[in-house]
């Protein structure tokens, strides 16, 4: 099922998620349905607090994007209760998006590998490293874990320089070609 994404400005995605328990009722067909927004919206990554549940899951399949960042081919993975181990010290600027934040990209400062333990669908505990291009979407997803987004981590001018968009996304008023949640009015 197709699940609706929320837009910068709600309230779940500025809070921290909570820990998926061992019991979390319909799990995997939580994972399938957040495939299937995800594909529906032409992303390669989407983080649980994105489709409104505020819980330490995401997903990803970036092999849509393997023609310009070839490690990025097969890369697809499920990760529950994602932990950041280790990563680098060394960072690199890259230019990424959001479906929280349609219509805007601009270029973030990101380590150049992460080591993450996680569980994966089936529950088994993994520990990986991720490099590159991967480590930039596995890291632009936990943020969202967190109550972080990707432009927190943006010059304040830039974020300045799209503030008209922002505000527009924050209305819904922003132009976008899936179903969206916006946040409660103030």
């Not at 649980?48 to 990803?60: N, Y």
Request: some cysteine; overall charge negative.
């Amino acid at each position: 099922m197709i699940l609706p994404v929320y837009l910068y400005g709600h309230p779940v995605l500025r809070r921290a998620a909570d820990i998926v328990p061992g019991d979390y009722p319909k799990l995997a067909e939580l994972i399938a349905d957040m495939f299937e927004t995800m594909y529906n919206a032409d992303g390669v990554g989407l983080a649980a607090p994105q489709i409104g549940r505020s819980i330490r899951l995401l997903v990803i399949d970036a092999d849509s994007i393997s023609k310009n960042h070839p490690e990025c081919k097969g890369f697809k993975r499920v990760m529950i209760n994602p932990v950041i181990a280790e990563e680098s010290d060394e960072e690199s600027p890259d230019e990424e998006g959001c479906l929280s934040i349609p219509g805007i990209h601009e270029k973030v400062w990101r380590s150049t590998w992460v080591r993450v333990e996680y569980e994966d669908e089936q529950r088994e505990k993994r520990t990986e490293l991720f490099e590159a291009f991967n480590a930039r979407v596995v890291l632009h997803e936990y943020d969202h874990l967190n109550g972080e987004v990707f432009i927190d981590h943006i010059a304040p001018i830039r974020k300045q320089l799209n503030r008209r968009k922002l505000n527009s996304i924050i209305k819904g008023t922003s132009d976008c070609t899936y179903n969206t949640v916006i946040g409660p009015a103030k």
